[in-house]
């Protein structure tokens, strides 16, 4: 008993520590779905170019948001209108860096580091985005036929709709996703050796790619990953390879390349972790090669008690993590219920191709029940079918709609 204990303590540490950042990406994807006008996502963010590209790194860079807790508001981004590419250069800009990690970065790493990880993090997010927008020439994929904000609702309804898509319809799309990869990232940190990098501290390029391979599915947030990195530079590790950890750690992990695969696809999940390596090491191996070492030297005071997380865990990160699985739950109670309703007997179904998320979902039945004769709809993401309930309506009429809407209508 005692043995498995040990091995369940460090993923729940990680668990924990995940958690509050997953829930204020959540919080920030209602905040943006219901607040941000969709004019601002279509004008700066939209088209397959450079210049949304340099804007959702802009964008980023500043939000304190790690590698989990950017994955809602990415998916939300680009949900509202975001080219992929933007979308891409905001997942690669916002977890490298953040106002609270920089400001960290300079306390304990110098003020050279400091600048070094938004400039890395600017460069790679240009890089991978503008990479993606010219793969994606031919993307048609977008969220204008998604989006069915109101800008008639009160503040009270914003605020009430802004949590309900955050906390329930976002956790509905990608929660499973989340929390397969949290599992995943949080069993190899857990099994990995506190020790392990600093063996292949005179081989300052294998030291990076070794780095790579185990910080790329684990999560490092970004100011966490600090700490960590200045404990490592004591023991030996070159600051090229803690640039690497600083950057590809926080980037990347099992739960962000779960999610951009399914939302954005797997070339733009290739180009993502090719921008993030190439860039990583580039700037690593400059660091070590080019740019004076007193730069990058670590402060006297950094020491054990500082450079190492606390073991005890603040209430906050507990409550957070029992919060994230009691949404979860709720949001796939509530998922259930609404399928077995659109199972009920009688009704008229409409197999639907193109519908991917819950904004999807909405904007149908929106659009559907508002046909004449169509009494109710609910459409039911899973089986890619609309039902329909009542008399009257037109069925060529429904077809149309479908059409219309950007989506595939199949004969059954």
Not at 273 to 290: C, E, H, N, V
Not at 357 to 380: F, P
């Amino acid at each position: 008993m005692e043995t498995i204990l040990q091995h369940i303590e460090p993923v729940i540490d990680i668990l924990n520590e995940m958690t509050p950042y997953i829930l204020l990406g959540f919080l920030i994807a209602g905040i943006l779905h219901e607040f941000v006008p969709r004019r601002i996502y279509a004008s700066k963010l939209s088209g397959n170019n450079l210049s949304s590209v340099v804007w959702a790194a802009l964008f980023g860079i500043p939000l304190p948001l790690c590698s989990c807790g950017v994955i809602p508001t990415a998916a939300s981004l680009r949900r509202e209108g975001a080219s992929k590419g933007a979308t891409v250069s905001f997942l690669i800009s916002t977890p490298q860096t953040g106002v609270d990690s920089i400001l960290a970065t300079a306390s304990l790493l110098g003020v050279p580091f400091a600048i070094l990880r938004p400039v890395v993090a600017f460069v790679t997010a240009i890089a991978g985005g503008y990479a993606v927008n010219r793969l994606q020439n031919d993307d048609k994929e977008n969220a204008t036929a998604c989006h069915s904000g109101n800008s008639k609702k009160s503040f009270l309804q914003k605020c009430r709709d802004a949590l309900y898509y955050g906390f329930v319809e976002m956790v509905q799309d990608i929660g499973k996703w989340v929390l397969a990869g949290l599992a995943i990232a949080a069993v190899i940190t857990a099994i990995l050796p506190d020790d392990f990098f600093v063996q292949f501290g005179n081989y300052p390029l294998l030291n990076m790619l070794v780095i790579l391979v185990v910080s790329v599915p684990m999560y490092l947030c970004a100011t966490g990953s600090i700490p960590i990195a200045a404990a490592l530079m004591l023991k030996g590790l070159s600051p090229g390879a803690a640039l690497v950890l600083l950057m590809a750690g926080p980037a990347t992990n099992m739960a962000a390349i779960l999610v951009i695969n399914r939302t954005l696809g797997r070339k733009p999940l290739i180009v993502y972790l090719l921008s993030i390596i190439i860039g990583a090491i580039s700037f690593g191996l400059l660091i070590d090669y080019a740019l004076p070492a007193e730069w990058f030297s670590v402060n006297s005071h950094c020491n054990g008690d500082t450079c190492h997380h606390a073991m005890h865990t603040p209430w906050w990160q507990a409550a957070s993590s029992i919060l994230f699985m009691l949404l979860l739950v709720i949001a796939y109670t509530l998922k259930l219920r609404k399928k077995e309703k659109g199972n009920t007997a009688g009704q008229s179904s409409f197999r639907i191709n193109g519908m991917m998320c819950n904004h999807c979902k909405a904007n149908v039945e929106k659009n559907l029940a508002a046909i004449e004769g169509v009494k109710e709809v609910h459409v039911v993401l899973e089986e890619g079918r609309a039902y329909i309930d009542g008399s009257g309506y037109d069925r060529n009429t429904i077809i149309s709609t479908i059409k219309e809407l950007g989506y595939e209508y199949i004969e059954d």
